[in-house]
Each structure stands twice: as structure tokens, then as C-alpha cells.
């Protein structure tokens, strides 16, 4: 069984930052693509920003500038660096990864969901 862990979601300031972090936990597992979903209350969920597994990496139109997605592979481990926060941003972010368990199809892998509020 494989699993993802988020963490480092909070309460800021606009203009503040926020760093989340998601680790993926198991056994005998590959990671592909990965990516920072959100979603707001009413609102769609929505692709925040992907990374590949050559760290080629893409973001929403909304995050340019503000937002780096990265990963290290040797720690299963993506990141969202969140700076110039504003209230908008203010949702509830979900990590996701492209794994593939040894033996096993390529499945979409989920995480529980962090906080982000954004309020002064």
C-alpha cells in the first residue's frame, strides 16, 4: 500500500508564504508525474502547479511567479513553495502522484488534504 502525507498548511498573511510538503510512504513503488491540487469551498478542484519526473514543470495562470513546485526523488518527497500569498489562494490543497506499484498498473495516488488560509 502506498501513501501520501501532506504537511506545513496554516494560517498567513497576505503576502506571507507557506511551504507544503508531501511525502509518499510504502514499499516497492515507482513515482511518476506529481502535482498540488486545491480546492475551495464551492469551488472545482484545480491543478495548482505538476512536476515531471524530469522536472519539467507546469503551474496555474493564478500561481505564476508566487508558487514553485519541486521534488526529491530520493525522498519521495514533492514540494510547494507558496510566497506572496493572497486570500484567494485560500483553499484546501491535495497532494497527487502517478505511482506504480512493483508488479501493479500506474494509479492516481491522493493525500489527505492541508489547510491553507489566507487572512488577516
Known amino acids: 500500500q502506498v501513501q501520501l502525507v501532506e504537511s506545513g498548511g496554516g494560517l498567513v498573511q497576505p503576502g506571507g508564504s507557506l511551504r507544503l510538503s508531501c511525502a509518499a510512504s510504502?514499499?516497492?513503488?515507482?513515482?511518476?508525474?506529481m502535482g498540488w491540487y486545491r480546492q475551495a469551498p464551492g469551488k472545482q478542484r484545480e491543478l495548482v502547479a505538476g512536476?515531471?519526473?524530469?522536472?519539467?514543470?507546469n503551474y496555474a495562470d493564478s500561481v505564476v511567479g508566487r508558487f514553485t513546485i519541486s521534488r526529491d526523488n530520493a525522498k519521495n518527497t514533492v514540494y510547494l513553495q507558496m510566497n506572496s500569498l493572497k486570500p484567494e489562494d485560500t483553499a484546501v490543497y491535495y497532494c497527487?502522484?502517478?505511482?506504480?506499484?512493483?508488479?501493479?498498473?500506474?494509479?492516481?495516488?491522493w493525500g489527505q488534504g492541508t489547510q491553507v488560509t489566507v487572512s488577516s
Open positions: 512536476i515531471t519526473t524530469s522536472r519539467r514543470t
Open positions: 510504502g514499499n516497492r513503488f515507482i513515482i511518476y508525474d
Open positions: 497527487n502522484a502517478d505511482i506504480q506499484r512493483f508488479g501493479g498498473p500506474r494509479l492516481d495516488y
